[in-house]
């Protein structure tokens, strides 16, 4: 099992920046990738970025140059980085773990970007 904790989040103007930080706890050694994904209402959850064991990183282009993420070989505490932030960045922010098959989520933390 794996638990994991979103924190960071909340009211940002456009144009600033934000770091989340999702802590994990629990059976970490097979975590192979970490990833950060948002939900807005009536939207499908959707992929932000990702972080391998082996540290390589990817974005979905909207966040492309914007965002980073960051942590030690994709276990412990992984941070999203996000700088340039759009009032289209608003969500619910989830951390994500996958290991052995198994899908682990946060809680989620809100992110809202005002114009």
């Known amino acids: 099992q794996v638990q994991l904790v979103e924190a960071g989040g909340g009211v940002v103007q456009a144009g600033g920046s934000r770091r989340l930080s999702c802590a994990a706890s629990g059976s970490m050694r097979n975590i192979c990738v970490r990833k950060w994904y948002r939900q807005t209402p009536g939207k499908q959850r959707e992929f932000v970025a990702r972080?391998?064991?082996?540290?390589?990183?990817g974005y979905a282009d909207s966040v492309k140059g914007r965002f980073t993420i960051s942590g030690d070989n994709a276990k412990g505490t992984v941070y999203l980085q996000m700088n340039s932030l759009k009032p289209d960045d608003t969500g619910l922010y989830y951390c994500?773990?996958?290991?052995?098959?198994?899908?682990?989520w946060g809680q989620g933390t809100q992110v809202t970007v005002s114009s």
């Open positions: 994500n773990a996958y290991a052995l098959g198994i899908d682990y």
């Open positions: 972080i391998t064991s082996g540290g390589v990183t």
